[in-house]
């Protein structure tokens, strides 16, 4: 992972997209500047206690690195409980990748001096923050959120977007 700018003393958003096979990241500032995006991936053979394992040891290498920069404080931002409609395994799936991030976060952070938080949002109000729709296609998300938003235009992979989307959601909406 490399950043475009030093992000010393600097208030740092990290919005994970969660999944187990192919998780969209993306790091960023309150003036939404983009230091970084990526994505993690998994290999889908591997059982669930393995994928685990590997996200686990990918996030704390993400927070030692971005530890090791030295912001002035992290907010780490994760999609909420998804719609209904999933089953019940692909929830629990979703909901183990995203505890580990957690887990992950909280471990590395936990010693340090640096002011951290850990949002969760709901992807229907990141839908309709854009949108006005709570079940916009991902199609209408992109073209809402590029009007106001110029700089997303040169992001395609769409697990990036969705980290990219809620970061821009919890900058547009801090009090």
Same mark, same amino acid.
């Given at each position: 992972?490399?950043?475009? +700018?030093?992000?010393?003393?600097?208030?740092?958003?990290?919005?994970?997209?969660?999944? *187990?096979?192919?998780? !969209?990241?993306?790091?960023?500032?309150?003036?939404? /500047?983009?230091? %970084?995006?990526?994505?993690?991936?998994?290999?889908? %053979?591997?059982?669930?206690?393995?994928?685990?394992?590997?996200?686990?040891?990918?996030?704390k290498t993400l927070f030692s690195n971005? *530890?090791? +920069?030295?912001?002035?404080?992290?907010?780490?931002?994760?999609?909420?409980?998804? +719609?209904? !409609?999933?089953? &019940?395994?692909?929830?629990?799936?979703?909901? &183990?990748?995203?505890?580990?991030?957690?887990?992950?976060?909280? /471990?590395?952070?936990?010693?340090?001096?640096?002011?951290?938080?850990?949002?969760?949002?709901?992807? &229907? *109000?990141?839908? +309709?923050?854009?949108?006005?729709?709570r079940a916009a296609k991902k199609e209408?998300?992109?073209?809402?959120?590029?009007?106001?938003?110029?700089f997303i235009k040169k992001y395609r /992979?769409?697990?990036?977007?969705?980290?990219?989307?809620? !970061?821009?959601?919890?900058?547009?909406?801090?009090?």
């Amino acid at each position: 992972m490399t950043f475009k +700018k030093p992000i010393k003393n600097k208030d740092i958003i990290v919005s994970i997209d969660i999944a *187990l096979n192919l998780t !969209g990241v993306a790091i960023m500032d309150f003036d939404k /500047q983009v230091y %970084s995006t990526f994505t993690v991936e998994s290999t889908r %053979s591997w059982n669930y206690y393995k994928k685990l394992d590997f996200l686990f040891k990918k996030y704390k290498t993400l927070f030692s690195n971005i *530890l090791n +920069k030295k912001p002035k404080s992290v907010t780490l931002i994760l999609e909420d409980r998804l +719609k209904a !409609g999933w089953s &019940g395994s692909t929830l629990a799936s979703i909901e &183990g990748a995203r505890v580990t991030c957690y887990h992950a976060f909280m /471990q590395e952070f936990e010693s340090s001096q640096i002011k951290t938080d850990v949002v969760l949002y709901n992807p &229907g *109000l990141i839908k +309709k923050h854009f949108t006005n729709k709570r079940a916009a296609k991902k199609e209408e998300v992109y073209k809402s959120a590029t009007k106001t938003n110029t700089f997303i235009k040169k992001y395609r /992979q769409e697990d990036i977007l969705d980290a990219i989307y809620l !970061g821009v959601y919890h900058i547009d909406n801090k009090i």
